[in-house]
């Protein structure tokens, strides 16, 4: 692959570093969005919800991260605006500056999340399955609908619906370490709710593989083949890291007390979900298995 020009939003978080490190070693010119310097190639002014883009630098690749984390703070309505907010308003952005650029990018990638599908229960969806009706879902969809101008100005756009992203460095794993090596992990509520995960090394394949054939285009779950459950992970997880993992203190009432709607959602609610088009793109995960996954990023 020729040496690209690539943007990408979210750069300093756990996707964007490592995705970033990876262009870079291939010889590929990154540049990172920023929010503060006024004077920098690449920049997005939340206050006027704008982005501008640098007319003297062709951009072959715009990749979006960004968005402030679900899982920091309990789900207030403010928070919950800026959940919404820091996604559908700097994608909107940045859809519209590279619909209105001379040297429009060749494709755009955008992060959305498997929350679009909603609480699924035990029913397996791919990305034919329909959206979903709770807060994360209307994220997602909304998410979505701001890659319009993109869209609609010849820009090829894949959304990446990113499921539980595996790795030491960040993430739902790295607060989950802690606990287990002190042995207090364990299985939340009744452990029955699915959570449908991928490496982050095969996050980082699958990035790759959407850049370079231009005929991905759409939604793609960004998921391991194998969905498991959360008493099955946190299991995997014990075995790995040889600590129990029976905690009898996560009860589900004590997780709506302590967490509300978002303990609700993210810590009780059922993701299971898989991918389709994995097949027809002809990507094949390095990690499908859930304790070798665990193992590699963990050893």
Request: hydrophobic fraction near 45%; glycine fraction near 10%; charge should be negative.
């Amino acid at each position: 692959m020729d040496s690209l020009n690539v943007l990408i939003t979210g750069a300093t978080g756990l996707i964007g570093g490592a995705l970033r490190k990876r262009l870079e070693s291939q010889g590929h010119c990154v540049f990172a969005l920023d929010r503060s310097d006024a004077g920098a190639a690449f920049r997005y002014s939340a206050q006027k919800r704008e982005v501008r883009l640098d007319p003297d630098i062709a951009l072959d690749v715009v990749i979006n991260l960004a968005g402030a984390n679900i899982s920091a703070s309990r789900w207030s309505d403010s928070y919950k605006r800026l959940i919404m907010d820091s996604r559908v308003e700097l994608t909107q952005a940045l859809a519209e500056a590279m619909a209105a650029s001379a040297h429009k990018p060749r494709v755009f990638l955008s992060a959305t999340a498997i929350g679009y599908y909603g609480d699924t229960g035990a029913e397996t969806v791919d990305e034919s399955s329909p959206r979903g009706a709770d807060f994360l879902a209307d994220v997602a969809g909304n998410w979505e609908a701001a890659c319009e101008p993109a869209l609609a100005a010849g820009i090829r756009t894949v959304n990446m619906r990113f499921g539980v992203v595996l790795s030491r460095e960040g993430g739902v794993l790295k607060e989950m370490l802690l606990p287990f090596k002190l042995g207090g992990g364990g299985k939340l509520g009744d452990g029955s709710q699915y959570m449908s995960w991928i490496a982050l090394s095969d996050v980082i394949s699958l990035i790759e593989l959407c850049l370079r054939d231009d005929n991905i285009s759409g939604p793609i779950n960004f998921v391991s083949g194998q969905p498991s459950t959360n008493a099955e992970f946190t299991r995997a997880l014990g075995k790995v890291l040889r600590r129990p993992a029976f905690s009898p203190f996560l009860r589900a009432w004590l997780i709506r007390l302590l967490f509300g709607e978002m303990g609700e959602t993210l810590l009780l609610g059922s993701n299971r979900v898989i991918s389709r088009r994995h097949g027809e793109i002809g990507f094949h995960s390095e990690y499908s298995d859930l304790t070798e996954a665990l193992t590699a990023e963990l050893s």
